[in-house]
C-alpha cells in the first residue's frame, strides 16, 4: 500500500508538470486581493476568505494583542461554538468545538499536527502566545486535507514571521494579574508573564528565538491548608527560528519547547521520624520538543512543490515526594507513584500544486505519520503508523462557481480504514456581496495510543485502555451563507448564517468498563449526532469595531430511540465583540463576552422499577473580559484590564453522581473568579 501511495503521487506529479509546460506566461488568476484577511489553512495558495471554499474564523494579531491573554484558552474561550472543560485533578483543559471535543478537534502549529499525550487537547496551553500571528478555525471535518483527528475541524495557530525587509527586532512583555482575590507582586498568588524575543531578518535570511516564562501561584478556593483548588504551575516556553528564501525556494526551521511543572500540594501531617510538620506533594511535570521543518519551491508560474516535517517528544511524568515544612527539605516518596509516560511522532507531508488552467487546480501529496508511545502505565511499546495520498482540484466554472472534490487514501498499520475518504466543498456568488458554501466530508479517526494502552488509577481517576476499540468514521454536512451587507469607507457590514449537521458511527467516549464497574474504560457508542446552527455579524465603523453572533449546539440524546424524549439537547450560546478607538491619544477599549446556556443531558438511573433515563443540567454562565490598551513612547503598550467580570468560579450541576472517573457529577469548575491584570510590552525595531 506505502509503495503503491509512493507510485501514485511521484507519477501524477510528473505527468501534470510535464503537461504544464507552455502555460508559464498565463496571468495568476489565482492571485488574491487584499480586500479581506488572508487565510491559508487547507488552501492550494494564500487567498482572501472572501474567495476561500471554506469557512474561516480568523482571530488577528490585533485581537489577540488586545485580549491581554496568557494563554491561547483565554482567547478562544469567548467564541462561537467552542466551550472548555477542566480536570482540576490533572491541570488539563479540553476544547469542544461545535459540540464535539477532545481526539476530533485537530490542533496545528503552522499546519503541521500537534500531539497530545490523551483525549484532552492540553497543546493548547503550552503554546507560546507571545509568538502567535493569528488563529485561523475551519469548522467542519478536513479529513481529506489533515488526515484522522479532524473531525470537528481544525484549529491552526500560526506563528509571526518576518517580513523580508532588512531589520533586528527586540521583543519584551511582562504582565501581573490576580487569581480572584489572591495575589502576591511578582511571585506566589496570581499569574506572572516574563517574556523576551529577539529576530533578525534580512532579503534573503532571517533568525530568532526567545522565552517566555509563566508562573501560576494556584487558586485556594475552597481547598484548605496547603491544598488548592486550582494547582500551582510553572512554565517555560522557549522557541528558535531559523530561515532562507531565494528565487522561489524558502526554507525555515523552527523549535518550539514546554517545560512545565504542575504541583498538586497535600496537606500537612506530624512525621513520626523526626516531629516535624510534612506533606506529601505530587508534581506532574510535562517536557515537549517540537522540532518542524518546511520549505517551498515555486518550480514556475503554474506548479510548486512543498515539504513539511516535524518530530515531537512529549513525555509527562508524575513524580511523588515528601517535603519537610520545617527544614523545606524535599525527598522523593519511597511508597509515592514515580512514573513517566513517553508519546513521540514523526511527521511528513510533500505536497504538489497545480494550475491546470485559469479554471481548474490539482493539489495531492503524501502524509505519513509514525507515533509510538512507552512507559509505566502504557502496556508494551506499542506503534500506530498512518500513510496516505490525499488529492483535491478546485474547479471554476465561470465567476460564480467554485468546486473542490477531494478523497484521501489511507493505511493505516492497526486499522482497516476506509477504501477512500471523499469530500467536496462548494461556493456560490448568488449576488454581489452574496456567497453560499456548502460541503459534505466523510471523516475516519483510528484510536489513539492513550486510549488503546494508557492505564492510569489515583484517588479522582480509574481508566484502563481497551485494545478492543474500533475506528470512528462519520458524515457531516454544513452551510454557509454570507452577506456583505454594506462596503464603503466609513462603514462595512458583513453577517453570515451557517448550520452543519454531522453523524457518528462508533465515536470514542469514557465509559464503565462492563467488566468492572469501579472501573472507566474507553468504549465505542455506536450512533451520535450533532447539529447547531450560528448567525454572526461583524460592523467597522469609523472607529468602532463590533461582533455580535448567536449558535444554538444539538448534542445526541442516545436514550431518545427507548423514551419518549427529544433527539437533541440544545445549548444556545450569544457572544460580542466590542472595541472603541481614540486614535489620537493612541488608545483603545475592548470588551470580549460570551453567554453559554444551559447543557443538558440525560444520565442512566437505576431505580426499584427499573432503569430510567433522567435530565440533569449544568447552569448557564457569562464570561467577559474588560480591557484598555494605551501606546506610548511609539515602541511601548500599557495593557490593563478585568477577566471574568461576572466573577464565575463554578457551575451548579443537577447530577449529584460524583463517584466514578470523569464522571459528570458535582460542580464544574469553570475558573477562578474576577481578576485583575497590569502588563507592559515593548517592540523595538531597528
Do not use: C
Not at 469542544?96 to 478537534?105: A, F, K, P, Y
Not at 472517573?661 to 469548575?669: E, F, I
Amino acid at each position: 500500500m506505502r509503495k503503491l501511495i509512493t507510485s501514485l503521487f511521484i507519477l501524477l506529479t510528473a505527468l501534470v508538470s510535464k503537461a504544464q509546460q507552455g502555460h508559464n506566461r498565463q496571468d495568476d488568476s489565482l492571485r488574491v486581493n487584499s480586500l479581506n484577511e488572508v487565510v491559508v489553512t487547507g488552501q492550494f495558495s494564500p487567498q482572501s476568505m472572501k474567495n476561500s471554499v471554506y469557512q474561516v474564523r480568523v482571530i488577528g494579531r490585533e485581537q489577540i494583542r488586545l485580549r491581554g491573554a496568557t494563554n491561547l484558552q483565554s482567547i478562544l474561550s469567548t467564541e462561537l461554538g467552542m466551550r472548555f472543560s477542566n480536570d482540576l485533578t490533572l491541570g488539563t483543559t479540553d476544547v469542544e468545538l461545535m459540540g464535539m471535543s477532545g481526539q476530533n478537534v485537530k490542533i496545528l502549529l503552522d499546519g503541521v499536527p500537534v500531539i497530545d499525550r490523551g483525549s484532552t487537547r492540553e497543546s493548547l496551553g503550552q503554546i507560546d502566545i507571545n509568538n502567535v500571528e493569528k488563529i485561523e478555525i475551519v469548522e467542519g471535518p478536513m479529513s481529506v486535507s489533515y488526515g484522522s483527528d479532524a473531525l470537528a475541524g481544525v484549529i491552526n495557530i500560526i506563528t509571526k514571521k518576518s517580513g523580508g525587509s532588512k531589520a533586528l527586532t527586540v521583543n519584551a512583555r511582562v504582565l501581573e494579574e490576580t487569581a480572584g482575590d489572591e495575589y502576591n507582586a511578582f511571585s506566589g498568588a496570581g499569574t506572572h508573564h516574563q517574556s523576551l524575543g529577539l529576530a533578525w531578518q534580512n532579503a534573503r535570511f532571517e533568525a530568532g528565538g526567545g522565552v517566555t516564562r509563566n508562573f501560576f501561584g494556584g487558586w485556594q478556593g475552597n481547598a484548605t491548608g496547603r491544598k488548592m483548588e486550582w494547582m500551582p504551575k510553572e512554565q517555560y516556553l522557549p522557541y528558535a527560528q531559523a530561515g532562507y528564501r531565494k528565487d522561489g525556494f524558502s526554507a525555515w526551521y523552527r523549535f518550539n519547547g514546554t517545560d512545565e511543572t504542575l504541583k498538586s500540594l497535600g496537606s500537612t501531617y506530624t512525621n513520626i521520624n523526626n516531629n516535624h510538620e510534612s506533606a506529601t506533594d505530587q508534581f506532574y511535570i510535562t517536557k515537549r520538543w517540537f522540532h518542524q521543518l518546511q520549505s517551498e519551491y515555486r518550480i514556475n508560474a503554474a506548479n510548486s512543490l512543498s515539504l513539511a516535517a516535524a518530530y515531537t517528544d512529549y513525555s509527562r511524568s508524575t513524580q511523588t515526594t515528601e517535603i519537610d515544612l520545617v527544614t523545606d527539605r524535599r525527598t522523593l516518596a519511597p511508597s509515592g507513584n514515580q512514573d513517566k509516560s513517553v508519546f513521540t511522532t514523526r511527521f511528513l507531508r510533500l505536497t504538489a500544486q497545480h494550475r491546470l488552467s485559469s479554471a481548474i487546480s490539482l493539489q495531492h501529496g503524501l502524509d505519513i505519520n509514525l507515533n509510538a508511545s512507552s512507559g509505566e502505565r502504557i502496556e508494551g511499546s506499542p506503534e500506530i503508523n498512518d500513510y496516505a495520498y490525499f488529492a483535491s482540484s478546485e474547479i471554476k466554472l465561470g465567476s460564480k462557481i467554485n468546486l473542490r472534490p477531494g478523497l484521501r487514501f489511507i493505511h493505516n498499520s492497526v486499522y482497516d480504514a476506509p477504501p477512500v475518504i471523499p469530500s467536496v466543498n462548494t461556493k456560490f456568488t448568488l449576488a454581489k456581496g452574496l456567497d453560499l458554501r456548502a460541503a459534505y466530508a466523510r471523516g475516519f479517526r483510528s484510536p489513539a495510543l492513550r486510549e488503546l494502552y494508557f492505564t492510569f488509577f489515583d484517588a479522582s481517576h480509574s481508566i484502563r485502555g481497551n485494545r478492543n476499540l474500533k475506528a470512528e468514521t462519520s458524515d457531516s454536512f454544513n452551510a454557509y451563507l454570507s452577506y456583505q451587507a454594506l462596503d464603503r469607507k466609513e462603514i462595512r457590514w458583513n453577517t453570515t448564517l451557517g448550520t452543519f449537521y454531522n453523524t457518528f458511527d462508533n465515536l470514542i467516549t469514557i465509559g464503565v468498563d462492563p467488566a468492572d464497574a469501579s472501573v472507566n474504560t474507553y468504549l465505542n457508542v455506536d450512533k451520535y449526532k450533532t447539529t447547531g446552527f450560528t448567525l454572526n455579524n461583524t460592523v467597522y465603523w469609523k472607529n468602532l469595531y463590533a461582533t455580535l453572533g448567536f449558535s444554538a449546539i444539538g448534542r445526541y440524546n442516545r436514550f431518545s430511540e427507548s423514551k419518549n424524549i427529544d433527539e437533541f439537547l440544545w445549548t444556545p450560546e450569544v457572544n460580542s465583540n466590542l472595541r472603541y478607538s481614540f486614535p489620537s491619544i493612541a488608545t483603545s477599549i475592548s470588551l470580549f463576552l460570551k453567554y453559554t446556556g444551559k447543557l443538558p443531558r440525560y444520565i442512566a438511573e437505576t431505580t426499584a422499577t427499573g432503569v430510567t433515563a433522567r435530565r440533569t443540567e449544568t447552569e448557564s454562565f457569562t464570561m467577559a473580559d474588560l480591557t484598555l490598551n494605551k501606546v506610548f513612547y511609539k515602541y511601548f503598550t500599557l495593557n490593563a484590564g478585568v477577566k471574568n467580570l461576572f466573577g464565575v468560579t463554578r457551575l451548579a450541576n443537577t447530577n449529584a453522581d460524583t463517584g466514578a472517573a470523569h464522571s459528570t457529577g458535582g460542580a464544574v469548575p469553570m475558573s477562578y473568579g474576577r481578576s485583575y491584570f497590569l502588563g507592559i510590552s515593548a517592540q523595538i525595531t531597528r
